[in-house]
């Protein structure tokens, strides 16, 4: 019997192409957008479990709260690995990444910079599970100077990934031997490198005291221990080692415990060492998915409904021929099994075909091995059980209802249930249409927003140099200087950290808003005098820093609004900061630059100050002058570099791009979202398509009749159209509120954003798209049916 309901399948499948055509695309495209995001959250889920022992490793962080300010930073200070692990056996490994900053490197004619290589402690791969291809990982990083690379970093410098023992150098002079190579860190981790360094190459930098924080730094518990011992000790640290520095100053410092395979997902710290994920992201994906899945099945449905009037006569004749109504919804169910089926093989073959492309789009490395997954696997059944067993129940139950007389006479008798039931499903349809065109605009809105919003300086046609080494951050001054009169530069100026890097912090006294020193955290960088005019900063109060005073290079400092609103100060200029040291050094505020922001728009803009440096800046920024060749600024600008440092490559990027390179794991899914959004709409669109011809051809009549006394072409359209914009009208009464609540949601993060009371308008352009589209859907039908011969739709037998 079976194999007599899969060649009728197949049959009826031959026989009405179009109708299959539709159904097979409609759901090839939902499984397989609705696989590839899955695939998406899978990996995004999957971030750092590579690890063999990765639910026992933690991060240290630390949570810092001062009088009036705190904040959390994803490091701690370099002797809390020393001291976990020689004074509590509970803790069975600690390890350390000490960066080493953007170095110069070379082997015989090459030289790249790096800065994706770090120091770490010996016991790194004892903690950390990699994969090797050369060399011991448990004794690669005992001598001082070994160096252990990725394969990529071994090719590039030696071509190949065999380099056991050989050797290269960096700009300070320094020798290191290559003792193993291992695979590209997986990009699902949080944190990624290019080489390790033995930490025992540089004994000073593991040197360091509790007041200092700046390491990465990760612990390994025995499985099923219970961390509240372990926070017990870390309290107890805090108490014996912390306190002692901070307290004195109304510091305090809370050290929490973050595991590996948490830190992607849900670590919400500014200063990551790669952009981090989004549960909440994770969570719309997994409901867009669905959503294709049910339009998909809502878009059979209603096709299979819709040709109900070509299978009427076929049903009469079964029951007549002694069929039983469960015979008859086998096959219906049967057909829509097939359909279902043959849209997934199809829709694992354009997986396989476009799996790179969409690498691409989502910055991910996924093999099309990851589709054997027994999450995937399950999905996969459980597709072709709830749409082609579920999806097709509905049909199959409607169509062998038929009265076997009434429809013999060209006549269907049930309508009134499933009348209703598919307008409820059209409206479900609207109302995701709806939802998914609001959602996608919101958030390209937003994008937008933090594009074009005026950031307090000017990131357009700013290049941007970094120097490495000592002995080029010493000669920053004179390529400034060489910079500011090369052809095309309309200024330049250095400093050691631009918009969008992390700053330093140190703790210093402060005067109040009384005039009295007080302890603060204040965060601050150094710039030469011409840095606020490089990038267009302003100065709103006082002065910028000025050669033409002496005193500038020993006491001045600039400071934000932002410092002068935490502060309290009514009139800023003079105010002091004092530098703690053997010999307290003092410097007075100059001038206040116009609040501009350092970092991303997801956090608000922090107080800060900035000092004066002329010669220890390792970033340049030399702005181009508006209207000039950018090409040819930038040869002229390379110039002037090889005529400082001859032999050392010259490297550049643009402020903007590396401004808004803190966007771009938000830009790849705001990508993702709206490429799958609006195939899921498309997907919509097909169910329109179904309903307006089943509408059309239970109207068929009717259209004929008016059309023969006398009614134009339009009033067809609208009279068929009225039904579909009340379904329009209620879809976007049940989808407004929900993308109100939803996209307010996603708004949250960021500290500065799109109002969605400012968005009414994107709110009406979504429900005029919905109508827009169900217009031409219709419209196209009723066209068909208005245009034919009246003759046939009034002929009877």
């Known amino acids: 019997m079976l194999k007599s309901l899969l060649l009728i399948a197949l049959r009826n499948m031959r026989k009405e192409k179009a109708y299959t055509g539709i159904n097979v695309l409609g759901l090839t495209v939902g499984i397989t957008c609705s696989m590839f995001l899955l695939l998406y959250i899978l990996d995004e889920l999957s971030f750092d479990r590579y690890h063999k022992d990765a639910p026992n490793i933690y991060r240290v962080v630390t949570h810092i709260k001062e009088t009036d300010d705190a904040f959390t930073w994803a490091v701690a200070q370099i002797p809390f690995a020393e001291e976990v692990r020689d004074n509590y056996p509970e803790v069975k490994n600690a390890v350390r990444f000490f960066g080493t900053g953007r170095t110069l490197y070379r082997y015989e004619e090459k030289e790249f910079y790096e800065d994706k290589f770090f120091q770490a402690d010996s016991t790194a791969f004892d903690m950390f599970t990699y994969t090797f291809l050369a060399g011991d990982p448990g004794t690669a990083l005992d001598e001082p100077f070994s160096i252990v690379l990725t394969r990529s970093i071994a090719i590039k410098y030696f071509g190949k990934t065999d380099v056991i023992g050989q050797s290269f150098q960096n700009q300070r002079g320094e020798t290191f031997k290559v003792t193993a190579v291992m695979e590209d860190v997986p990009l699902n981790s949080h944190f990624i490198f290019d080489g ?3 930490a025992s190459s540089r004994p000073k930098d593991a040197v360091g005291s509790w007041g200092n924080f700046g390491i990465y730094t990760y612990i390994q518990l025995p499985e099923g221990y219970d961390l509240s011992k372990m926070y017990t000790n870390l309290e107890k640290i805090v108490k014996e080692k912390v306190d002692p520095i901070f307290a004195q100053y109304g510091i305090t410092i809370r050290y929490e415990l973050q595991r590996i395979i948490d830190i992607h997902l849900y670590s919400e710290i500014q200063d990551e060492a790669e952009a981090g994920g989004s549960m909440s ?29 070509n299978r009427a006569k076929e049903v009469g004749i079964r029951k007549v021929m002694g069929s039983p109504r469960t015979q ?16 997934l093989v199809i829709s694992l073959l354009l997986i396989y075909a476009l799996l790179p492309a969409f690498n691409e789009l989502a910055n991910k490395k996924m093999p099309f091995s990851y589709v054997m997954q027994a999450p995937v ?15 097709g129940s509905y049909p199959a139950f409607y169509l062998s209802s038929f009265n076997p007389i009434g429809v013999l006479k060209g006549k269907l008798s049930a309508r009134g249930g499933s009348v209703i039931f598919r307008k409820v499903l059209v409206v479900l349809q609207f109302s995701i249409s709806i939802f998914m065109l609001i959602s996608t605009m919101i958030v390209f809105d937003q994008l937008q927003y933090m594009r074009t919003k005026d950031l307090g300086f000017t990131k357009d046609r700013v290049v941007c140099i970094a120097l490495s080494g000592e002995d080029q951050v010493k000669k920053s001054g004179v390529l400034a200087e060489r910079l500011r009169q090369t052809r095309g530069v309309e200024w330049a100026g250095a400093s050691n950290a631009g918009p969008g890097d992390g700053i330093g912090k140190l703790l210093l006294q402060v005067d109040d808003s009384e005039g009295k020193l007080v302890e603060r955290g204040i965060n601050l960088y150094r710039a030469d005098f011409d840095f606020i005019k490089s990038i267009g900063m302003h100065v709103v109060q006082g002065r910028d820093f000025s050669r033409d005073v002496s005193s500038d290079t020993t006491f001045a400092v600039l400071v934000n609004e932002a410092m002068v609103k935490r502060m309290g100060w009514k009139d800023p200029i003079g105010k002091r900061f004092v530098f703690q040291d053997e010999q307290p050094i003092e410097k007075r505020v100059v001038g206040v630059v116009k609040d501009y922001h350092q970092n991303s728009l997801y956090g608000v803009i922090e107080p800060l100050m900035i000092m004066l440096s002329e010669d220890d800046n390792y970033l340049l920024f030399a702005r181009i002058k508006e209207g000039e060749d950018t090409k040819e600024a930038l040869a002229a600008i390379e110039n002037t570099w090889n005529g400082v440092f001859s032999d050392i490559p010259f490297e550049y990027d ?35 398509l179904g309903l307006a011809a089943f509408t059309t051809q239970q109207r068929y009549k009717e259209i004929g009749i008016r059309k023969v006394i006398g009614a134009s072409v339009q009033g067809l359209v609208m009279l068929v159209a009225r039904e579909f914009f009340i379904l329009v009208g209620i879809g976007t009464i049940i989808a407004f509120p929900v993308a109100w609540y939803f996209t307010n949601s996603w708004l949250q993060k960021f500290a500065y954003r799109i109002e969605l009371s400012g968005e009414w308008a994107t709110f009406i352009l979504s429900a005029l798209l919905a109508a827009l589209i169900t217009m031409l859907t219709v419209g196209y039908h009723v066209l068909r049916a208005a245009s034919s011969n009246p003759v046939k739709a009034l002929r009877d037998e």
Request: charged share 10%.
């Open 196 to 198: 390790l360094i033995s």
């Open 654 to 688: 643009f402020l903007d791009q590396r401004f808004d390179s803190q966007y771009k794991s938000d830009e790849k899914r705001s990508y993702i979202f709206t490429f799958f959004s609006a195939l899921t709409i498309s997907i919509a669109c097909l169910g329109l």
């Open 377 to 391: 696997l399950l999905s996969l059944l459980a597709i072709v059980l709830v749409v082609g067993v579920g999806g």
């Open 328 to 343: 008859l919804m086998a096959q219906f169910i049967m057909e829509s099994v097939v359909i279902t089926f043959t849209s």
């Open 281 to 309: 992201v994770l969570y719309i994906f997994a409901a867009v998915a669905v959503f294709m899945l049910v339009i998909a099945s809502i878009n059979y449905m209603n096709l299979a409904t819709a040709r109900s009037a």
